[in-house]
T-cell receptor, first 116, second 115 residues
Framework: AQSVAQPEDQVNVAEGNPLTVKCTYS??????LFWYVQYPNRGLQFLLK??????LVKGSYGFEAEFNKSQTSFHLKKPSALVSDSALYFC??????????????FGKGNQVVVIP | DVKVTQSSRYLVKRTGEKVFLECVQD?????MFWYRQDPGLGLRLIYF???????EKGDIPEGYSVSREKKERFSLILESASTNQTSMYLC??????????????FGPGTRLTVL
């Protein structure tokens, strides 16, 4: 089965500084990778995804992610963090169920705290 | 705009009760999913459905069942609620896989407490 790992539990960053949230993946075949964000007491919102093509993917709210095949990583980045970016961030990879139907396998999530 | 709704934001039930969590999507999506979210464990897939009356077990189906009688509605059933089922439950939907249509759209979640 495909899987992702998010090695850090919490990321603290000062407002205005660059933000990086790490994700590594383990797949057989080509990876389809996703980032989602969850604000307090809300469902998950899609940020961006990598399917193929350019290794730098741009998404919502100024976020981008870099796909690195040699390091099997898909780190989420933002050049200048805002206090409003404080949230829970999930990395995910497309997996395939028993009957060939697609599903997502999620990491455990990273809490991002942006300090004013 | 994409919309996934869940019947309750907060729910409190007693041990042994039968609990129904409802999810409705208005996007004519084939695929629907139920997850539970627990701190430090991320999202874990309970069940998913890829068509009406079709279902597949996820990673943690024990103690749960599902029903998909209509395309827009996917219900999660706790046959006999237990305290270890206290959690946040998230529903999601997605179109059938076709090129770029892999994005899952999530509802706001139901926080279930079993006493």
């Amino acid at each position: 089965a495909q899987s992702v790992a998010q090695p850090e539990d919490q990321v603290n960053v000062a407002e205005g500084n660059p933000l990086t949230v790490k994700c590594t993946y383990s797949v057989s075949g080509n990876p389809y990778l996703f980032w989602y964000v969850q604000y307090p007491n809300r469902g998950l919102q899609f940020l961006l995804k990598y399917i193929t093509g350019d290794n730098l993917v741009k998404g919502s709210y100024g976020f981008e992610a870099e796909f690195n095949k040699s390091q099997t990583s898909f780190h989420l980045k933002k050049p200048s963090a805002l206090v409003s970016d404080s949230a829970l961030y999930f990395c995910a990879v497309r997996d395939v169920g028993v009957w060939g139907n697609n599903r997502l396998a999620f990491g455990k999530g990273n809490q991002v705290v942006v300090i004013p | 705009d994409v919309k996934v709704t869940q019947s309750s934001r907060y729910l409190v039930k007693r041990t042994g009760e039968k609990v129904f969590l409802e999810c409705v999507q208005d996007m004519d999506h084939e695929n629907m999913f139920w997850y539970r979210q627990d701190p430090g464990l991320g999202l874990r897939l309970i069940y998913f459905s890829y068509d009406v009356k079709m279902k597949e077990k996820g990673d943690i189906p024990e103690g749960y069942s599902v029903s998909r009688e209509k395309k827009e509605r996917f219900s999660l059933i706790l046959e006999s609620a237990s305290t270890n089922q206290t959690s946040m439950y998230l529903c999601a939907s997605t179109p059938p896989t076709s090129g770029r249509q892999d994005t899952q759209y999530f509802g706001p979640g139901t926080r279930l407490t079993v006493l």
